[in-house]
């Protein structure tokens, strides 16, 4: 009896639960916690599937609104863990008294409104700028990677406010009853990225099956034709980018909990492309390949680090090649469109046989 694709999907997915939910049983803490990071990612890679793929806003900044995310929790990690006083780093900047922009992030309802609010709303405020002056294509892509140059020169630079370049640590202090570097709780953080991972797709999934994902579509593929139509692009761009954001801040927040550090070096230009990489690779347009994406890519970075340090940025560019030159629609993308049935014609096989009928009629004789 052949399974229909639908329950071959269903068993997948019942495959993937089960693992999900059984891998703390199976893995070390240390390899749990690189796990909960990978999932983490997950989330700021839907949303460049979602500002990328469906509307085609490639943005080079996402580390922006990461690292903003990274920076609230932190600052609220590093406050919860005083009884008295202000972080141990402001006494070696001669700072006395705890700067006005901190005090709001000793609460926990501020901090998690923070988490995602902060990096939306700054998004969409860029987004705005950018999108009502209907700048797009590689120009809006500059743009966004030059106001990550922007936000890394300015928190680089703050020691006295932030500790600059040696970034925020994540003190291991009480959270939710139990100590941050209790194994416990980083089972917590590991559960909690996977089930927002799987919510945020399920949300996205959504989205883009109802009208709004098919405006966003017509802008990628028409933007005049959507203008002319009554709608106006500006608005669904900024929306997507500022949810775009908000994602990236709540990753940023679950990556720095579980990688005990948040610094500059998330704001860093070779990391927000990394991001681009992962969502080409897994698939663009697709959600579940962005996630895979960003899971995989990151998991096998880990590996191959501690194999050969140094080793991974070479595999990575191969990635991106043999994305742009074999696979553009990426993995899931040339799974969906047929897989390893039309790997031949990737390479040219077919074509170059087609060409010369000679060994097409060889291939049939057995010759």
């Known amino acids: 009896m052949k399974l229909s694709k639908k329950y071959i999907s269903y068993l997948w997915w019942a495959i993937a639960l089960a693992l999900f939910i059984a891998m703390p049983s199976l893995v070390s803490d240390s390899r749990l916690k690189i796990l909960g ?30 690292s903003l995310g990274g920076y609230a929790i932190a600052m609220f990690l590093q406050l919860n863990s005083l009884k008295e006083g202000i972080p141990e780093f402001f006494g070696l900047y001669g700072v006395r008294e705890l700067p006005f922009f901190w005090e709001p992030f000793k609460s926990p309802l ?28 590689v120009y809006f892509s500059i743009l966004t990677q030059a106001a990550l140059l922007v936000f890394f020169n300015f928190f680089n630079g703050q020691q006295k ?10 003190p291991n202090t009480i959270l939710f009853g139990t100590m941050v570097g209790d194994p416990l709780i980083q089972k917590y953080f590991y559960y909690l990225s996977g089930i927002l991972v799987i919510l945020f797709y399920l949300f996205s999934k959504w989205l883009v099956s109802k009208r709004f994902g098919s405006i966003l579509i017509g802008i990628r593929d028409d933007e005049p034709r959507i203008r002319f139509s009554g709608y106006n692009p500006v608005l669904f761009k900024t929306l997507i980018f ?6 990236a801040g709540i990753s940023g927040a679950l990556f720095t909990v579980q990688a005990d550090l948040i610094s500059p070096q998330y704001m860093r230009v070779p990391f927000s492309i990394e991001m681009v990489i992962w969502v080409a690779v897994g698939g663009r347009g ?7 994406g960003a899971f995989f890519i990151r998991l096998g970075e880990s590996f191959v680090q501690g194999l050969i340090p140094g080793g991974w940025i070479f595999i990575q560019g191969g990635l ?43 291939k049939k004789e057995g010759i």
């Open 161 to 170: 406010l932030i500790n600059g370049t040696n970034g925020l640590p994540t």
């Open 37 to 66: 990071k990978c999932l983490s990612l997950g989330i700021v890679a839907l949303g460049i599937d979602l500002s990328w793929g469906f509307t085609g806003l490639l943005s080079l900044g996402q580390g922006i609104f990461f």
């Open 242 to 247: 500022a949810f775009a954001g908000c994602l």
């Open 286 to 292: 697709t959600l579940l390949g962005a996630i895979l």
């Open 320 to 362: 991106f090649i043999l994305v742009v030159t074999i696979l553009p629609e990426g993995v899931i993308g040339w799974i969906n469109n047929g897989g390893p049935r039309n790997l031949l014609t990737r390479f040219g096989v077919k074509r170059f046989i087609a060409t010369y009928p000679s060994l097409e009629a060889n």
């Open 110 to 137: 501020f901090t998690l409104i923070a988490i995602w609010l902060i990096p939306g709303l700054i998004a969409g405020l860029i987004g705005y700028l950018v999108f009502r002056n209907r700048i797009k294509g």
